[in-house]
């Protein structure tokens, strides 16, 4: 059965799911959502996933939510090339680095990608948190 990937476009979590896929060389069959159409809580989105949350995955034994529920599952059902480590070793330096960045880098990135998809253009208020940001995002883009 082809793999049914239900995202958004441009979507972190989605683009986890597709790197996670195509570096084990797999092609979804890949459904775009429309976030502002609310495709995502419409009745038949709602029967795959009660939490109107993507990515979501239909494979041949069921539906699968949540970006790291899906590479697991990848990880097992495609052995080959494996996303987590082939050794213990590796697996503990895989989810040591996985968590790390989860627990300090994660709210400095978020600000930063809302900077760069989300500005209008504006100039962030004095002692914002954009305003700090903003020698990183010219750095980023006028180099
Ligand atoms: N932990 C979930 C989070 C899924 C999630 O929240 N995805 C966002 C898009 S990246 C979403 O579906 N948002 C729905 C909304 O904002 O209504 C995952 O890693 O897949």
Same mark, same amino acid.
Request: glycine share 6%; hydrophobic share 35%.
């Given at each position: 059965?082809?793999?049914?990937?239900?995202?958004?476009?441009?979507?972190?979590?989605?683009?986890?799911?597709?790197?996670?896929?195509?570096?084990?060389?797999?092609?979804?069959?890949?459904?775009?959502?429309?976030?502002?159409?609310?495709?995502?809580?419409?009745?038949?989105?709602?029967?795959?996933?009660?939490?109107?949350?993507?990515? !979501?995955?239909?494979?041949?034994?069921?539906? &699968? #939510?949540? $970006?790291?529920?899906? @590479?697991?599952? +990848?990880?097992?059902?495609?052995?080959?090339?494996?996303?987590?480590?082939?050794?213990?070793?590796?697996?503990?330096?895989?989810?040591? !680095?996985?968590?790390?960045?989860?627990?300090? &880098? #994660?709210? $400095?990135?978020?600000? @930063?990608?809302? +900077?760069?998809?989300?500005?209008?253009?504006?100039?962030?208020?004095?002692?914002?948190?954009?305003?700090?940001?903003?020698?990183?995002?010219?750095?980023?883009?006028?180099?």
């Amino acid at each position: 059965m082809t793999l049914i990937l239900h995202t958004f476009s441009g979507a972190p979590r989605g683009w986890r799911v597709l790197l996670g896929m195509s570096f084990k060389g797999l092609t979804p069959d890949i459904r775009y959502l429309n976030y502002s159409e609310k495709d995502h809580h419409k009745p038949g989105f709602l029967k795959l996933n009660p939490r109107a949350t993507a990515p !979501t995955l239909e494979t041949k034994t069921g539906v &699968l #939510r949540d $970006s790291i529920a899906i @590479l697991a599952w +990848l990880d097992r059902e495609y052995p080959e090339k494996p996303l987590f480590g082939a050794t213990p070793q590796e697996a503990g330096i895989i989810w040591q !680095t996985t968590t790390e960045c989860n627990d300090y &880098l #994660r709210k $400095s990135t978020d600000q @930063l990608l809302s +900077l760069v998809f989300s500005s209008d253009g504006s100039v962030p208020a004095e002692g914002s948190a954009e305003r700090d940001l903003q020698p990183h995002y010219h750095r980023l883009h006028h180099k």
